[in-house]
Nanobody, 127 residues
Framework: QVQLVESGGGLVQAGGSLSLSCAASGRAFSNYYMAWFRQAPGKEREFVATITKSGSSSRYADSVKGRFTISRDNSKNTVYLQMNSLSSEDTAVYYC????????????????????WGQGTQVTVSS
């Protein structure tokens, strides 16, 4: 089992940048696929980015591709989300998620595919 705690959210102007972190407690962090999701008011939770166990590969939602970067440091049990060129459409609560599973060539982009979730961190982009 793993516990996830996000940090780094806040208020930023449009065009600015923000970096989120998600610290995991528990053992074997490197055995988890990690992802970021977000949820805006009145909308469903949506996929943002995911990264493989080793950090060698990642996948992004089309809406953030080229602007956001997901990374992880397994020695620090932490996954990151660097967000650049932010717009008001990026305003949401951002959630970190972890999936325990066997090695796979698939990318996991659905909320139900992740067993563990953080409490979320608010990101607000002012226009």
């Amino acid at each position: 089992q793993v516990q996830l705690v996000e940090s780094g959210g806040g208020l930023v102007q449009a065009g600015g940048s923000l970096s989120l972190s998600c610290a995991a407690s528990g053992r074997a962090f490197s055995n988890y696929y990690m992802a970021w999701f977000r949820q805006a008011p009145g909308k469903e939770r949506e996929f943002v980015a995911t990264i493989t166990k080793s950090g060698s590969s990642s996948r992004y939602a089309d809406s953030v591709k080229g602007r956001f970067t997901i990374s992880r440091d397994n020695s620090k049990n932490t996954v990151y989300l660097q967000m650049n060129s932010l717009s008001s459409e990026d305003t949401a609560v951002y959630y970190c998620a972890a999936r325990w599973g066997a090695d796979s060539s698939d990318y996991y982009t659905r909320p139900y595919q992740y067993q563990y979730w953080g409490q979320g961190t608010q990101v607000t982009v002012s226009s």
